[in-house]
């Protein structure tokens, strides 16, 4: 099972560039999420969505948009980098509705912004 | 969201039991204690969960304390590879289980 999978795993963008982070998940879930984690901290919510067409923010939601066209994938996107948006970036899915609750993260994206 | 405190960094010996605990002074009655773990370089990745009794899975077993203001996360022997940062979450089954609320977590460090 590919359960989910996030591209590119590294990138350096320089400060004022724009980029896509993806995330795409196999499991038909309906939540999906995204979190960056900053060096020594913990995870920190940016956006979620909890299923087609609907998405909210979360935590730490400046600079970045998301949308949810399909229930596979749940694209990041940063449109104008800035250097206090390196960080590790991590997609999250979960599905209530199978009775499970647990979450399921991507291998992460490592981004820096120069 | 209710808070969770943990210990920062524990310490332990391979094939040891380790218990690490989390206090949640003000846990509500619909949240479920959730533990997850990260391992070098890797996206967390889930280990245990529970509400009021306790649980065990392959990996683990979770002791929640009866006025569940703390819980144990029990690693039975621990291996190298346990070797991790351990978060304790509190997730409110009300408002939906897509938002989980990190704190820095426990490192656990284990000796061959």
């Known amino acids: 099972n590919a359960g989910v999978t996030q591209t590119p795993k590294f990138q350096v963008l320089k400060t004022g560039q724009s980029m896509t982070l993806q995330c795409a998940q196999d499991?038909?879930?309906?939540?999906m999420s995204w979190y960056r984690q900053d060096p020594g901290m913990g995870l920190r919510l940016i956006h979620y969505?909890?299923?087609?067409?609907?998405?909210d923010q979360g935590e730490v939601p400046n600079g970045y948009n998301v949308s949810r066209s399909t229930t596979e994938d749940f694209p990041l996107r940063l449109l104008s980098a800035a250097p206090s948006q390196t960080s590790v970036y991590f997609c999250?899915?979960?599905?209530?509705?199978?009775?499970?609750?647990?979450?399921?993260f991507g291998q992460g994206t490592r981004l820096t912004v120069v | 969201d209710a808070k969770t405190t943990q210990p920062n960094s524990m310490e332990s010996n391979e094939e040891e039991p380790v218990h690490l605990p989390c206090n949640h002074s003000?846990?509500?009655?619909?949240?479920?204690i959730h533990w997850y773990r990260q391992l070098p370089s890797q996206g967390p990745e889930y280990v245990i969960h529970?509400?009021?009794s306790n649980v065990n899975n392959r990996m683990a077993s979770l002791a929640i304390a009866e006025d569940r203001k703390s819980s144990t996360l029990i690693l039975h022997r621990a291996t190298l590879r346990d070797a991790a940062v351990y978060y304790c979450?509190?997730?409110?089954?009300?408002?939906?289980?897509?938002?989980?609320?990190f704190g820095t977590g426990t490192r656990l460090l284990v000796s061959p």
């Open positions: 999250a899915s979960s599905s209530y509705s199978a009775g499970r609750t647990e979450a399921f």
């Open positions: 969505s909890v299923g087609a067409g609907i998405t």
């Open positions: 003000t846990i509500s009655g619909t949240d479920y």
């Open positions: 529970g509400l009021t």
């Open positions: 499991m038909n879930h309906e939540y």
């Open positions: 979450i509190l997730r409110d089954r009300s408002t939906g289980f897509q938002k989980l609320v």
